[in-house]
T-cell receptor, first 113, second 109 residues
Framework: DARVTQTPRHKVTEMGQEVTMRCQPI?????VFWYRQTMMQGLELLAY????????DSGMPKDRFSAEMPDATLATLKIQPSEPRDSAVYFC???????????FGQGTRLTVV | QKEVEQNSGPLSVPEGAIASLNCTYS??????FFWYRQYSGKSPELIMS????GDKEDGRFTAQLNKASQYVSLLIRDSQPSDSATYLC?????????FGAGTRLTVKP
């Protein structure tokens, strides 16, 4: 059953703490995206990788967010320090390449108090 | 101007009616176009893809693409209460996928 796997599914943390979210893309997919979804802003692209190389992270606050892809089976999104305004659902998605569709993970619901 | 814009909604239609969802995009070089459905608390799932001008039909769903007008639409015929969800338009250029903010659709029995 090929699917994108995200962990954790839910995270509640205190302001100032570090948060790390993980994503395992579908095997063979060479492009991985991180999105953030809020009621106010909808689905925003934070960063994406192709063949593990970062292509665009212009949607990501650089001072506190970082995204990496240490190997083809793992992408990470880190927030340090976290703030209440970071509360959102964070989705990872992957696609096989070309003009194919993206497949989404189940998301990480982050609450920063 | 946002890269992908959708009519803000919410959209409410009676059961059995046609629901019409619209989307415009700013990058004329965009190459592929998608409609995703997202139920509350769930992740987006693909329902339609379209790559060339014209209409593409799949069951009760029809996607329409007009590249000259930079416009994509989704028609849902014989709307059912189970179609109630948020519909996201997505545009792909060179593997860069951008989404609209979504239109919330409610189908009333």
């Amino acid at each position: 059953d090929a699917r994108v796997t995200q962990t954790p599914r839910h995270k509640v943390t205190e302001m100032g703490q570090e948060v790390t979210m993980r994503c395992q893309p579908i095997l063979g997919h060479n492009t991985v995206f991180w999105y953030r979804q809020t009621m106010m802003q909808g689905l925003e692209l934070l960063a994406y990788f192709r063949n593990r190389a970062p292509l665009d992270d212009s949607g990501m606050p650089k001072d506190r967010f970082s995204a990496e892809m240490p190997d083809a089976t793992l992408a990470t999104l880190k927030i340090q320090p976290s703030e209440p305004r970071d509360s959102a659902v964070y989705f990872c998605a992957s696609l096989v390449g070309g003009q194919a569709e993206a497949f989404f993970g189940q998301g990480t619901r982050l609450t920063v108090v | 101007q946002k890269e992908v814009e959708q009519n803000s909604g919410p959209l409410s239609v009676p059961e059995g009616a046609i629901a019409s969802l619209n989307c415009t995009y700013s990058d004329r070089g965009s190459q592929s176009f998608f409609w995703y459905r997202q139920y509350s608390g769930k992740s987006p799932e693909l329902i339609m893809s379209i790559y060339s001008n014209g209409d593409k039909e799949d069951g009760r769903f029809t996607a329409q693409l007009n590249k000259a007008s930079q416009y994509v639409s989704l028609l849902i015929r014989d709307s059912q209460p189970s179609d109630s969800a948020t519909y996201l338009c997505a545009v792909n250029k060179n593997n860069d996928m951008r989404f609209g903010a979504g239109t919330r659709l409610t189908v009333k029995p």
